[in-house]
């Protein structure tokens, strides 16, 4: 048996999110069937991050451990003709049976993209999160440099899932302007629960306006209520980029 | 009353085309119920091109008479919280009464994208037409030349649809690489039923070095058997762009 490396995009539209789960359709399940279909038996994935329903991916890292029964060449070319359409395994490489998808990853990239702007995006719609009225870029990105960096992220997380720290390094968060999109970007050692999507949610209640950029250090401190947090943004505006090892 | 021009997009996925009919969910359909809704009364609306099921607009145009019951800006605004969200008003103009969207038309221009490459498009899958194997981009290039111009494009219509003359100025037809992205761009003062998929089709057998660039003068010639074309590229690859007045 052999480790492999899997880098994956797919479209989380209608998806569950990675994580195989008792009826809906995961990620995992979805790829797991497929390997199963391969090599006549059970072959369990790892993924690098849980993402959740509606997240998108264009660099998921995953692994799993596989009998010598395929060329790479050929299972990935096998693969990808099984999967569906809104899945793809872009590579496979050989790593050490020491490679863990998980607890080898080094950052993780994500990107939330809005679209800000009164008309609606037809193309990508189900790939952005849409917000009509003008919000502030200077004001996002001051507050953005301020969230940067290693803080005690307790307030961004949701609660749902055990975590023994909620201490990230949130080594970028920036915002920038792109037509009508803004794009969002933050590289952490590891995100807690629903953090991209809780930090989206400051920054756009800050480029509205309600939160001066000033105010956002207030979330930085433990034990503050949680439900002085903005609402989490929508799923579908988030995408996993991906994992640094 | 006045005379509206309409600028549209839409993502045709989900739509039978533009034309309206009995059962299916046309785009014209939709924006006429939509009409029907701010006007109180039945407002019919024509287009420039009928596009077929299945293909999207990002610049397709109509025309529409309505009373003065609206300005401009609430009516654009209006319709547009209305329309589903496959469908978008990008702009409405006041012109003069003797505006027709299809016979004041100059131009259409077209645009058909090929994914070449042997992975698969996850986010823009629907926008695009799939030819995993390598296609000789500079023989498509000769090909496209020698059908720009002024031809009898009879061996290019797909019969279904009375027509006059089957005689168009083909002002441009290129083809582009775009990273995995070949674009192939038509533009004339008028196109047959299914012409620019029927050019599409051709383009695509010459990529594959299966027709010579050098052949493809046979295909200008009336009374050809139409089997000798090759088949009529899917629709899903096919954008109206823009219309010239």
Chains 1, 2 share one sequence.
Not at 54 to 61: R, T
Not at 212 to 221: H, T
Request: net charge positive; aromatic share 8%; with cysteine.
């Amino acid at each position: 048996v052999y480790r492999l490396k899997l880098t994956l995009q797919y479209d989380g539209t209608d998806f569950s999110g990675w994580q195989r789960q008792k009826k809906d359709r995961s990620v995992q399940a979805v790829l797991e069937s497929a390997l199963r279909r391969l090599y006549g038996k059970p072959i369990p994935v790892v993924g690098a991050g849980r993402t959740d329903s509606g997240v998108h991916a264009k660099g998921q890292v995953a692994h799993t451990t596989v009998p010598p029964k395929h060329t790479l060449p050929i299972l990935h070319k096998a693969l990808n003709a099984i999967l569906p359409e809104d899945l793809l395994v872009q590579s496979i490489r050989k790593v050490p049976n020491s490679f863990h998808a998980r607890y080898s990853a080094k950052e993780k990239w994500y990107r939330y993209t809005l679209w800000n702007d009164p008309s609606r995006p037809i193309f990508d719609r189900k790939f952005l999160h849409t917000i009509p009225t003008p919000l502030d870029l200077r004001k996002m990105q001051q507050a953005a440099r301020k969230l940067q960096g290693k803080h005690d992220f307790w307030a961004f997380h949701s609660t749902g899932r055990e975590v023994a720290s909620t201490i990230r390094n949130l080594k970028r968060l920036s915002v920038q302007k792109e037509d009508c999109k803004l794009i969002i970007d933050a590289k952490a050692d590891g995100f807690l629960y629903h953090m991209v999507r809780r930090l989206t949610g400051v920054l756009i209640e800050v480029g509205r306006g309600k939160v001066p950029p000033s105010a956002v250090d207030n979330y930085l401190r433990k034990n503050k209520k949680k439900v002085l947090v903005p609402p989490t943004a929508p799923a579908k505006g988030l995408c996993l980029m991906g994992v640094k090892y």
